[in-house]
């Protein structure tokens, strides 16, 4: 049984910085493609970065480039997403997500995960 657990999230002023970890469990994830997506409300879920755990290629929404970094600790089972510079527009329940399958690939589309967390809130205040 694969669990994706976020935490991270909360309230800060634009401008401002989180960290959000997702810790993995349930399965080895040397074969695994990570990705963080958001959902405003009244909105569809978005892409905001992937990281392929065997070889930590990247992947970024263009609005978060250079704001935001993903990366993995194998040791932990855990992906994080530092933002930076967070902006309103930010503002969003944050997933993480987990395809098993080997590849140097990232995974842009949120329909091709197979598990999900339960998602943390990020609210950015202007």
């Known amino acids: 049984q694969v669990h994706l657990v976020e935490s991270g999230g909360g309230l800060v002023q634009a401008g401002g910085s989180l960290r959000l970890s997702c810790a993995a469990s349930g399965r080895t994830f040397s074969k695994a493609v990570m990705g963080w997506f958001r959902q405003a409300p009244g909105k569809e879920r978005e892409f905001v970065s992937s990281?392929?755990?065997?070889?930590?290629?990247?992947d970024y929404k263009d609005s978060v480039k250079g704001r935001f970094t993903i990366s993995r600790d194998k040791e932990k089972n855990t992906v994080y997403l530092q933002m930076n510079s967070l902006k309103p527009e930010d503002t969003a329940v944050y997933y993480c997500a987990a395809k098993f399958m080997l590849t140097i690939a990232t995974i842009l589309d949120p329909s091709r995960y197979d598990y999900w967390g339960q998602g943390t809130q990020v609210t950015v205040s202007s």
């Open positions: 990281i392929t755990w065997n070889n930590g290629n990247t």
